[in-house]
């Protein structure tokens, strides 16, 4: 059963545009969320993070949401560039005051397309 | 400094073989991590290090062995793999598990082909 579901498998946008990348999570223990750009054949690269104590968290041109009741958050990349063009997974997790040991879960992964 | 390096890139091994996958950090993170990643799917927790004690195994099986011999390197030896364990290895790095932030950095990876 997956417990972080990313649900559109690709995303195309204009040059210019917004982005939104949305995840939804069904495990109500996770605390902390983050996102990842992944380019083929390297490793994902961590983007931006919210915990469970806030709405909004933003960074340059990408804000996350959460919406806890909702168990939604999403990504926001305001303008997309074509540089952005990568697969981008969202992944969750349970504090360590939760009683985590720090593992991640995470979520198929959404391709984003940005044309020129 | 957020670099996480990761030996061999490219790794072939036949079913007989030993050998192991080498993962360095230098940004004195105390908690260490090995994902595998099979081609369109997420990665997935296979280990997990916290000050070099092993704190969890995703129920791996025994062909993989980690280790942490000190706080900046994490190894995984690998001995007689199957076919279905070619994959991508990630190793990633955090700060200490109460530290408060939880962001992962990863490397790039080692690309496994098990003929």
């Known amino acids: 059963d997956q417990q972080v579901k990313q649900n559109s498998p690709s995303l195309s946008v204009q040059e210019g545009r917004i982005s939104i990348l949305n995840c939804d999570y069904t495990n109500s223990m996770f605390d902390y969320f983050l996102w990842y750009k992944k380019y083929p054949a390297e490793g994902p690269t961590f983007l931006i993070s919210i915990s469970s104590i806030k709405d909004k968290n933003e960074d340059g041109r990408f804000t996350v949401f959460l919406n806890k009741s909702a168990k939604h958050l999403s990504l926001h990349i305001v303008p997309s560039q074509p540089g952005d063009s990568a697969v981008y997974f969202c992944a969750a997790g349970v504090s360590w005051n939760g009683g985590s040991q720090g593992n991640l879960i995470f979520g198929k992964g959404t391709k984003l397309s940005v044309k020129p | 400094d957020t670099e996480v390096t990761q030996t061999p890139k490219h790794l072939v091994m036949g079913m007989t073989n030993k050998k192991s996958l080498k993962c360095e950090q230098h940004?004195?993170?105390?908690?260490m991590y090995w994902y595998k990643q099979k081609a369109k799917k997420p990665p997935e927790l296979m280990f997990v290090y916290s000050y070099e004690k092993l704190s969890i195994n995703e129920s791996v099986p025994s062909r993989f062995s980690p280790e942490c011999p000190n706080s900046s390197l994490l190894n995984l030896h690998l001995h007689a793999l199957q076919p279905e364990d070619s994959a991508l290895y990630l190793c990633a790095s955090g700060l200490d598990l109460a530290g408060g932030s939880y962001e992962q950095y990863f490397g790039p990876g080692t690309r496994l082909t098990v003929t």
């Open positions: 940004m004195g993170h105390r908690a």
